[in-house]
């Protein structure tokens, strides 16, 4: 009895890595996540490999009301990063755009920028370092 289910379990084992190894389609993706109520809004390939971004039908990111979005991507660390960026594209440049616009006064002296905040050339010293940082940015 001990060896038949150890054969079983064995045989298990190796129908499960079977299947986890077997490749999916594209069409096979993208069905799995409309049954999940996912709607596929972007299909990248990048060296054979595939990156696909897909927005949730009803729930939303309570802070931004913006649709749930999840990727999937496949490959070495070098690739799923290089789907990512180009999922994600969008997202990134807003984000590093933010991060640029509140970096130079993190740079000053605390007291410093506290007693020229609202003044009109504090303002525009920082408005004037933010875009030479944003244009050096999109030249890297």
């Known amino acids: 009895m001990k060896k038949i289910q150890l054969v079983l379990f064995i045989t298990l084992v190796i129908i499960s890595f079977v299947i986890s190894q077997t490749k999916k389609t594209t069409r096979d993706l993208h069905i799995g996540f409309e049954k999940d109520n996912y709607t596929v809004v ?10 696909i ?9 309570r802070s931004t009301n913006q649709p749930k979005k999840v990727l999937y991507v496949e490959g070495n660390g070098y690739e799923m990063g290089y789907l990512t ?16 616009k509140y970096l130079p006064p993190q740079l000053i002296n605390y007291d410093y920028v506290e007693k020229h ?24």
């Open 53 to 61: 971004l897909a927005a949730h039908k009803f729930v939303r990111v």
């Open 85 to 100: 960026g180009l999922l994600t594209k969008n997202e990134i440049e807003q984000m590093a755009t933010s991060y640029i």
């Open 42 to 51: 972007r299909t990248v390939n990048y060296n054979g490999q595939r990156g």
């Open 117 to 140: 905040r609202n003044e009109t050339w504090f303002q525009l010293l920082l408005s004037v370092i933010e875009r030479t940082l944003i244009s050096k940015a999109y030249q890297s």
